[in-house]
């Protein structure tokens, strides 16, 4: 008895590595760490009720942003894992499996559970507010994609310690990742945990194109909305055509994986060359899907910080609608050396080099805002600045690759390697660090300290030059990625050197981070004005943080930056309109549904992934069950009656 | 500020030193090329650097003296236009030259597309050579099946000889690269793929694997040597002599995943790589097609032909054409 129970285990957990066990550690201590507290402080039917129940789209925001910043940690590790091994090729630091493994979470964790996430967080906190909204258009729903993601998120990262970790790449192209060549679990946690996660995703998209459409401040026209609404909304609409694809590849892979179909299989008829069309035909848009967000929030912030209109609101517009519909047509320079010969080369490299140009162009227009400006160089400005040489020389090595008969040379080299990484992380991860500097006032009411800010600013600038400038030349000098190991004699040692210490530079640059909120928590003034930046648009008219139902009366809307305009009137001595009298709110009820249908769903999926009935079928018999109470469920909603209102405001602006 | 720009000076300086270091040393690979496609591809890169750095300089340049003329700071004196936000002049000049510029790089792009097909036979004097190459878990076939002799991790021809080597994998698809004669090109299982290229003089050249199949993939690196074709002659010579001829068994064998040493072998099994190619293809719709790879002669034809064909319709596209 106790010899199989001993005899299971050690195939359930993930051992014989030391770096594991470390992790397992770390996470046994922190969990223990975290129900104590709990415990200690009578915590536990406050989250319960604030939290994990909660359908206030600015806390599911908070939410979204404390995962990913943690999921931010986690990718990071890995990647230093990964340098790290990299100076020291001829040491197995990691040995080959481990790397692969490692690259492989590193990937999936940095685009679904880090960017996607820390995008969704700052679509929930600033769209109803930038738009003069109570809510979303499905409170409901937002919690229950939340959840998903978050249990998604969840079963991937168990793999790490549990069964095994996929290794086939972020991609997983078959028949690499095919029960054939990938017999263990890990595989399946990918697909389950991507699968879970990724049909949150697309409820996502689904709930803020439809917030955006109908929920908007009585008067607000179309092109009369925020910079930042804009790219949300044609991120969304990329995602509701791009993320189906993905949900049908991955449902085709478990097919195989699970019932021996041969959908990608090269005995029973079928193809691994499909998987990859079908993979990229949703990787290329999600790369746009992730960065337009990014867009949004420079032009928010470049127009702020320069007191100044944005320059070329309609072309910045046309911009963003023409990249989601390009995105589209370039999935095939992903192959562009699998021989598909030279007239689709050529038309997919020009399709490619189109949708540079739209790219390109907002920059001039952010480069015109400043101009005749009054710039000043605040934390969410300075990342703006640092992330414009970035993603145009991250920008101009993607026009380079795209050149098809080029990219025989650059294709898998460290080069593509250095240059995704410069729009992800010049382009993404610095866009959303803006976003984050310039919203955080909003979402707790207090800035965060600028010395410490500064300081993590330059050390991820640096780090990123010295990271991944060498990069490119070890990808001319023939140094493929996904290498763990190659021979001293090829001379990569001393660029890869380089690339580790900037890789370094960075990590500590987010140690700074860390430090910058923990202590500006503790020391820094609360803003009591709601409106620290002098900003533009509706989302600082309001007390920080918001309260409940966001707005006491709707706002009005009758101009671009309505915010900026009341605030001009204001000082030429208009009186402000005469608000209408308050009214009770409508506002939907916190559920529970959504945090236990969203487990229910972890059950089920590990259960998959174990091959385990017993688990698989109650857990999607929970996740049923949960459907029906729900659509039995009459009582969703209240309404916050008049005098809360007055008291909440008076609170909240009486120290105004 | 002034800080600033001292960390932006010192950071400045530390990429141009990395620059000039990398310079110094061994030239890289791809801008080293030893044969003309990997030239072509070379000057394409080049032309193409040129072209980006046209946008490049000035948005670098711009940025910076934008973002220090309008600092906010007591007593700046330049101008300030909060409300000025369109002006049809400027947006017509930025969106046209990248208009432009992209225009150009296409018309390039398609030129050197074509010009660059790796199923194209290269012009020569020389006679084509056919290698066939077969990526196994984790290590290269190489079958002569002129000289009727194979290699594992290890290639070599002759100088100046157009080679069309024809690629298919009996593992997961991976991708053959060999950097200073042309850029890389994927093998799969149940097709043959074709690269030709050529090295223009004699050398030893890095070779690897460049798409990702699993444990042991970051060891698949050969070394690709050109030769004169009196020591290409001398060498198969002696492989003819001293090598064990490889056996279906041992063959087998090969594949298991695995990494070896360099090996060669006096003789291979007949037909060994369309039996590969046919192992995988025989399941697909259009088994039919694949016969193409059949025999050596039969393939190159095709090639021929599709070239000069209605353009475009490859060998890769016909055996795609059921899928
Ligand atoms: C913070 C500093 C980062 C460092 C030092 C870093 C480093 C690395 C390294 C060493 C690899 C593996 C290269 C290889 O051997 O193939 C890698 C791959 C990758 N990284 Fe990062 N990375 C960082 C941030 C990010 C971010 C922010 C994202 C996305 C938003 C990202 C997305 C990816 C992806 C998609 C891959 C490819 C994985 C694969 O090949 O399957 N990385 N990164
Ligand atoms: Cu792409
Ligand atoms: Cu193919």
Not at chain 1, 140 to 151: D, I, M, Q, T, V
Not at chain 1, 486 to 500: A, C, I, K, R
Not at chain 2, 120 to 141: A, H, R
Request: glycine share 8%; net charge negative; with cysteine.
């Amino acid at each position: 008895m106790f010899e199989s129970i001993k005899e299971f285990a050690s195939e359930f957990f993930v051992t014989g590595d030391p770096l594991i066990y470390g992790a397992d550690v770390g996470i046994a201590l922190t969990m223990i760490a975290i129900v104590f507290v709990l415990t200690y402080f009578k915590r536990w039917g406050w989250l319960w009720r604030e939290w994990l129940t909660s359908v206030d789209h600015k806390k599911i925001g908070i939410m979204y942003i404390i995962a990913s910043l943690l999921m931010l940690f986690r990718g990071g590790v890995d990647a230093l894992l990964m340098r790290t091994q990299l100076v020291m090729p001829d040491v197995e630091f990691l040995n080959p499996e481990h790397y692969n493994q490692i690259f492989t979470t590193h990937g999936v964790i940095m685009i679904l559970f880090m960017a996607m996430p820390l995008m969704f967080g700052l679509f929930n906190i600033v769209i109803p507010l930038q738009i003069g909204a109570r809510d979303v258009a499905y409170p409901f729903l937002n919690s229950l994609s939340f959840w998903l993601f978050f249990w998604g998120a969840m079963l991937f990262n168990v793999s790490f310690v549990i069964g095994g970790s996929p290794d086939a790449g972020w991609l997983a192209y078959p028949p690499l990742s095919e029960l054939s060549h990938s017999p263990g679990v890990g595989q399946d946690f990918y697909i389950w945990g991507i699968q879970i996660s990724g049909i949150g995703s697309l409820m996502t998209g689904i709930n803020f194109i439809v917030t955006i459409l109908k929920m908007r401040a009585p008067g607000m026209k179309l092109m009369q909305m925020p910079m930042f609404t804009w790219s949300t909304l044609s991120s969304c609409i990329t995602i509701i055509f791009a993320f189906p694809i993905l949900t049908v590849t991955l449902a085709l892979l478990f097919l195989d994986r699970y019932l021996g179909a041969h959908f990608f299989t090269l005995d029973g008829g079928g193809n691994p060359m499909m998987y990859i069309n079908l993979i990229w035909m949703w990787g290329h848009p999600e790369v746009y899907i992730v960065v337009l967000p990014a867009f949004g929030i420079f032009s928010e912030i470049v127009a702020t910080f320069s007191r100044k209109k944005l320059f070329g609101y309609k072309s910045m517009v046309f911009a963003l609608m023409s990249i989601s519909f390009f995105s589209f047509f370039t999935w095939a320079h992903h192959f562009f050396t699998m021989g598909s010969g030279a007239n689709v080369n050529a038309f997919f490299a020009i399709t490619t080099m189109i949708i540079a140009i739209p790219t390109g162009v907002k920059v001039f227009n952010w480069l015109f805002t400043m101009f005749r400006g009054r710039i000043s160089f605040k934390s969410p400005m300075l990342w703006t600045m640092g992330f414009i040489p970035c993603f145009v020389i991250g920008g101009m090595t993607g026009v380079l690759l795209s050149v098809a008969p080029a990219d025989f040379q650059f294709h898998n080299s460290y080069f593509l390697i250095a240059h995704f990484h410069q729009v992800l992380i010049g382009g993404v991860a610095f866009g959303y660090f803006a976003g984050l500097y310039y919203w955080w006032p909003k979402m707790f009411g207090f800035k965060l300290n600028e010395k410490l800010g500064k300081w993590a600013f330059w050390l991820w600038n640096i780090g990123f030059y010295v990271c991944f400038m060498p990069q490119y030349f070890l990808g001319l000098d023939g140094m493929t990625r996904r290498v763990s190991t190659y021979g001293w004699d090829m001379g990569w040692g001393p660029l890869n050197m380089v690339s580790t210490i900037g890789g370094f530079l960075m990590g500590i640059g987010f140690l700074f981070q860390v430090w910058q909120i923990a202590h500006s928590i503790k020391f820094m003034e609360r803003d009591t004005t709601g409106d620290p930046w002098n900003g533009r648009t509706l989302e600082w008219s309001i007390p920080s943080p918001a309260p409940v139902y966001n707005f006491a009366t709707l706002p009005q809307v009758t101009a671009q930056d309505e915010w900026w305009e009341e605030k001009q009137r204001r000082e030429q001595g208009h009186k402000p309109a005469p608000q209408p009298p308050l009214e009770p709110i409508h506002m939907p009820r916190n559920s529970g549904i959504p945090f236990i249908k969203s487990l229910c769903w972890f059950i089920a999926g590990f259960g998959f992934v174990f091959d385990w009935l017993w688990m698989a079928i109650p857990g999607l018999a929970g996740v049923a069950i949960c459907m029906l109470v729900r659509s039995f469920t009459y009582n969703t909603d209240y309404y916050i009656p008049v005098d809360e209102v007055k008291r909440t405001e008076a609170a909240l602006r009486g120290s105004v | 500020m002034p800080t600033a720009w001292k960390r932006l000076s010192a950071l400045l300086t530390l990429v141009l030193t990395m620059v000039l270091l990398s310079g110094c040393s061994d030239p890289l690979m791809v801008l080293d090329p030893k044969g003309p496609i990997a030239a072509q591809q070379r000057d394409l890169i080049l032309i193409s650097s040129l072209l980006c750095a046209v946008i490049l300089v000035p948005v670098l340049i711009m940025t910076f003296v934008i973002a220090w003329r309008y600092r906010d700071k007591p007593g700046n004196k330049s101008k300030y236009t909060p409300k000025w936000e369109h002006s049809t002049k400027l947006e017509a000049i930025w969106w046209g030259i990248p208009i432009v510029i992209i225009g150009i790089l296409a018309v390039i792009t398609v030129q050197y597309t074509h010009a660059t097909e790796p199923s194209k036979p290269l012009e020569s004097e020389k006679e084509t050579m056919v290698i066939q190459v077969t990526s196994l878990d984790w290590k290269w076939l190489f079958q002569y099946p002129e000289q009727d002799i194979a290699t594992v991790n290890y290639l070599q021809f002759p100088a100046d000889v157009p080679i069309r080597f024809e690629l298919t994998s009996d593992a997961p698809m991976n991708s053959f690269w060999i950097p200073q004669l042309g850029g890389q090109m994927y093998t799969m299982s149940g097709m043959a793929m074709k690269l030709h290229l050529l090295a223009d003089e004699p050398g030893s050249f890095f070779g690897s694997g460049a798409n990702f199949t699993g444990r042991d993939f970051g060891k698949m690196n050969f070394e690709a040597k050109a030769t004169t074709q009196e020591e290409f002659d001398a060498w198969v010579k002696q492989i003819k002599s001293d090598s064990p001829p490889l056996t279906l068994d041992g063959y087998e064998k090969l594949a298991e995943p695995g990494v070896t040493q360099e090996q060669s072998f006096s003789s291979f099994p007949e037909g060994l790589f369309n039996k590969t190619v046919n192992k995988y293809a025989s399941s697909h719709h259009h088994g039919e097609k694949e016969s193409s790879a059949q025999e050596p002669e039969g393939a190159d034809k095709k090639a021929e032909e599709t070239d000069s064909g209605a353009g475009g319709h490859d060998s890769h596209d016909e055996n795609h054409a059921g899928h």
